[in-house]
C-alpha cells in the first residue's frame, strides 16, 4: 500500500503564497503520476495540476499560470507552490497517485486533505 500525507494549507490573504506537501511513503516504487486535486464547499473536485515520474506536468484551468507542481522523487515528495492566491481558491487540496500494481492494473490513492482557505 501506499499512504500519502498532505500539509501545508492554512489561512491566507488574497494574493498571498502558500506551498503545499504530500509524503507518500509504503510502497512508493508503484507510483506513476501523482496530482493535486480540489475541492470547494458543493462544488466538485477538480485537477489542479498532475505530475509524472519523469517530470511532465500538465494542469487545470483552475492553476492559471499561478500555480507550480513539482516532485522530489528521491524524498517521494511533491509539491504544489501556490501565488497570487484568491478567495475562489478556497477549497481542501488533496493528493493522488497512481499506482502500477501490476503489469495491466492501476490503481489511486488519494490523501486526507489540506485545507486552504483565503481571505479577501
Known amino acids: 500500500q501506499v499512504q500519502l500525507v498532505e500539509s501545508g494549507g492554512g489561512l491566507v490573504q488574497s494574493g498571498g503564497s502558500l506551498r503545499l506537501s504530500c509524503a507518500a511513503s509504503?510502497?512508493?516504487?508503484?507510483?506513476?503520476?501523482m496530482a493535486w486535486y480540489r475541492q470547494a464547499p458543493g462544488k466538485e473536485r477538480e485537477l489542479v495540476a498532475r505530475?509524472?515520474?519523469?517530470?511532465?506536468?500538465n494542469y487545470g484551468d483552475s492553476a492559471n499560470g499561478r500555480f507550480t507542481i513539482s516532485r522530489d522523487n528521491a524524498k517521494n515528495t511533491m509539491y504544489l507552490e501556490m501565488n497570487n492566491l484568491k478567495p475562489a481558491d478556497t477549497a481542501v487540496y488533496y493528493c493522488?497517485?497512481?499506482?502500477?500494481?501490476?503489469?495491466?492494473?492501476?490503481?489511486?490513492?488519494w490523501g486526507q486533505g489540506t485545507q486552504v482557505t483565503v481571505s479577501s
Open positions: 493522488n497517485a497512481q499506482l502500477q500494481v501490476s503489469i495491466e492494473a492501476t490503481i489511486e490513492r
Open positions: 509504503g510502497r512508493t516504487y508503484q507510483i506513476i503520476t
Open positions: 505530475i509524472s515520474s519523469g517530470g511532465d506536468t
